[in-house]
Antibody
Framework: QVQLVQSGAEVKKPGASVKVSCKAS????????MHWVRQAPGQGLEWMGW????????NLEQNFQGRVTMTRDTSITTAYMELRRLRSDDTAVYYC???????????????WGQGTTVTVSS | EIVLTQSPGTLSLSPGERATLSCRAS???????LAWYQQKPGQAPRLLIY???SRATGIPDRFSGSGSGTDFTLTISRLEPEDFAVYFC???????????FGPGTKVDIK
């Protein structure tokens, strides 16, 4: 079955970096965009960007440009999201999510990882 | 940038009742670009509807989506106990390219 398994919870100090991984299985990894979405405690969903696993090309939400890097390793069907210069308001659950359709990228995300809690605290 | 507004913020209903959730966009959105998700506490979101009215795989037919332009609706025809959750709408924009979510509607048990 299609599955996304994320790395474990992280606790970081302000100013540090965090790198979250997302291991995909059960489908053609390179065929579908991988999105990253975060959710602060008790808040809504915030889309961070996507990576095209085939080309490695990314599209980042404006607020994250300069602080986020999305990469992938196709040999192990894993996507990564690195967030730098962490602040307390980056405390959130970070999700990876597979794009629904290999062509129509605007359809949304049909399979989600379990989430990775990142806590930023001094 | 298109902003999504959802109403009501909370909807208190009983099992078996009909739920009607609204999502309004600040500018016209292509129907192909509008999706709905369900999220339960401690869980990842689940795609319910894409392209405004197409049910995702495995989604029961009591869930339906409709609308166009700036006004979209998610309807749950008869609430089951497992439907009490938070529902988010999402749109895709071309300028800038990317997704935004609405603030969510919580459906809770009356």
């Amino acid at each position: 079955q299609v599955q996304l398994v994320q790395s474990g919870a992280e606790v970081k100090k302000p100013g540090a970096s965090v790198k979250v991984s997302c291991k995909a299985s059960g489908y053609t990894f390179s065929g579908y965009y991988m999105h990253w979405v975060r959710q602060a405690p008790g808040q809504g969903l915030e889309w961070m960007g996507w990576i095209n696993p085939n080309s490695g090309g990314t599209n980042l939400e404006q607020n994250f440009q300069g602080r986020v890097t999305m990469t992938r390793d196709t040999s192990i069907t894993t996507a990564y999201m690195e967030l730098r210069r962490l602040r307390s308001d980056d405390t959130a659950v970070y999700y990876c999510a597979k794009g629904l359709d290999h062509l129509y990228h605007f359809y949304g995300m049909d399979v989600w990882g379990q989430g990775t809690t990142v806590t930023v605290s001094s | 940038e298109i902003v999504l507004t959802q109403s009501p913020g909370t909807l208190s209903l009983s099992p078996g009742e009909r739920a009607t959730l609204s999502c309004r966009a600040s500018q016209s959105v292509s129907s192909n670009y509008l999706a709905w998700y369900q999220q339960k506490p401690g869980q990842a979101p689940r795609l319910l509807i894409y392209a405004a009215s197409s049910r995702a795989t495995g989604i029961p037919d009591r869930f339906s989506g409709s609308g166009s332009g700036t006004d979209f609706t998610l309807t749950i025809s008869r609430l089951e106990p497992e439907d009490f959750a938070v529902y988010f709408c999402q749109q895709y924009g071309n300028s800038p390219r990317g997704f935004t979510f609405g603030p969510g509607t919580k459906v809770d048990i009356k």
